[in-house]
């Protein structure tokens, strides 16, 4: 697949046949959809964690369908320490991830110097597709937003740098921020 013709996120996960994972790399995201709930979080320490509200709609159902399909997913997070507010309220959020099927570890940055990590954030679909997730400086969608790739030795790359941070990772009830 080209790195310019980039299905649908929510295309990828239901084509997906038996795995997909995520890693994020970035201390801080500013992508408009979570915005309002970040300043939320920054004023009252509290985020929203309904499965079911329209904060979480375009994402839960997808998982929970994934899921239901049998599809393992996992997603790890490199942090740097202290973390920043951003990650606080990652890690406030992460509760519904869990409750609708997603396994989550972090993994302090001070931790990962040794691994070969891809310069993107990233998903890697049945080890056989990446799409990268492309982000300004700001921590906004860079345009495009997102490039794949189905390249054999990028796809080990991914695979090999999720695996490395999984195995270091510290699941999500165990890490406190």
Not at 23 to 47: C, H, I, N, P, W
Not at 65 to 74: K, Q, S
Not at 81 to 89: M, W
Request: proline share 6%; with cysteine.
């Amino acid at each position: 697949m080209p790195q310019n013709d980039v299905p649908d996120f929510s295309e990828l996960l239901r084509a997906a046949r038996r795995t997909a994972v995520h890693l994020e790399m970035r201390d801080s995201y500013a992508v408009g959809d979570e915005a309002g709930g970040f300043e939320q979080f920054r004023r009252t320490g509290e985020a929203d964690l309904d499965p079911d509200s329209a904060f979480w709609l375009g994402w839960t159902p997808l998982v929970r369908e994934a899921v239901g399909r049998g599809i393992v997913m996992r997603r790890a997070r490199i942090v740097s320490e202290p973390v920043t507010d951003y990650i606080r309220y990652e890690h406030a959020l992460t509760p519904v991830n869990i409750a609708v099927g997603e396994q989550v570890r972090w993994l302090p940055r001070r931790e990962a110097s040794d691994i070969a990590l891809p310069g993107n954030d990233f998903w890697l679909i049945d080890d056989r597709l990446v799409q990268f997730n492309l982000f300004t400086g700001d921590g906004d969608w860079a345009s495009p937003g997102e490039a794949c790739t189905e390249d054999p030795a990028v796809v080990r790359l991914c695979s090999s740098a999720f695996e490395a941070v999984w195995e270091r990772g510290i699941d999500h009830e165990k890490y406190t921020v």
